[in-house]
């Protein structure tokens, strides 16, 4: 599957930052898979993300294991390391959600720097945890602009350089905002000078971001969050129990059987054999889904319409 991934990613370059976008966007509530339910799509707030629904959902078929949510996922750790980006842990196992998620919930691209800040705290993450997470404005387009002009196709710190040299072409008032405070400003420096940290950084932080999964509540309460290392996930308010797989992104040279990690960059081989240890194992092999074409033909006109824009 991530093979299928690399080659589309290569023949379009809106596909990679639209998918690592979509991850954003379907994880801000728990990553559910509700992105793709038409009442939750077509939200304005979504805008640029329905042309990657009609490219995603045939995986569904020819992987029926894996749910949209891992799809989307697993879609956004792979476009990462193609954009050059850091390997990033990923667990397969989320529950789809069967209703949309409720309206308003994504940070608006006009909104401010501190009610940016109390909306990630509010699903556990820190204001260091939000600078570390706009170094993915280094990739994409907002509203049709590129966000890091002349390098928005490669992932990496030139996003942190270009605030702290100036260049606010293409940046949301968020971003221009991390310079105000001098604990963010000190993180937006530090990775200015240091790639690797950004890398490390983003690596764990993002990781624990797509980790959380939604636990099937009516309510609007929020949902746990995955502890990262766990293998298994249950929820206390639907009595389900959601295996989670590690995914690590590197390359192999074959999926190996489903207690063992899954390797990103892998053939699409999944073996049926429920044990790691046994000497013979049954493998399927998926065809490939046919290239993308229209919607991608050209970058969308307006692929980002939040704060999560990437």
Request: glycine share 6%.
């Amino acid at each position: 599957m991530q093979s299928i991934f690399v080659q589309n990613f290569s023949q379009n370059q809106a596909l990679a930052p639209m998918c690592l976008h979509a991850a954003f966007h379907d994880c801000w509530n728990g990553c559910n898979g509700a992105l793709f339910m038409p009442e939750e799509i077509d939200r304005p707030e979504n805008a640029g993300l329905p042309p990657l629904k009609p490219y995603l959902m045939p995986f569904t078929s020819q992987f029926p294991c894996i749910s949209i949510a891992d799809l989307i996922n697993s879609c956004a750790v792979t476009a990462l390391k193609f954009l050059n980006g850091p390997d990033v842990p990923v667990y397969y196992g989320r529950l789809d959600r069967n209703v949309p998620d409720p309206t308003g919930l994504i940070p608006e691209p006009t909104m401010s720097l501190s009610a940016l800040i109390n909306a990630f705290s509010a699903i556990g993450f820190s204001k260091e945890d939000v600078v570390t997470l706009s170094g993915a404005h280094s990739v994409g387009v907002c509203h049709g602009i590129p966000m890091c002009p002349g390098h928005n196709t490669s992932f990496g710190n030139h996003y942190y350089q270009e605030l702290i040299e100036g260049d606010l072409s293409g940046k949301l008032p968020t971003d221009v905002e991390l310079l105000e405070d001098n604990t963010m400003r000190s993180l937006v420096q530090q990775y200015a000078n240091d790639n690797s940290q950004f890398f490390s950084d983003f690596s764990r932080v993002f990781g624990k971001y797509i980790s959380r999964i939604h636990c099937n509540q009516t309510s609007t309460g929020p949902c746990p969050l995955d502890d990262i290392g766990n293998s298994t996930t249950s929820t206390s308010t639907s009595s389900v129990t959601s295996s989670v797989i590690p995914v690590v992104a590197s390359p192999s040279s074959s999926f190996p059987s489903s207690s063992s990690p899954i390797i990103i960059g892998s053939p699409i081989v999944i073996s049926s054999s429920s044990s790691s240890s046994s000497s013979t194992s049954s493998s399927e092999s998926f065809p490939p889904v046919p290239p993308i074409s229209g919607p991608f033909s050209n970058p969308p006109s307006n692929p980002g319409g939040s704060v999560l824009s990437v």
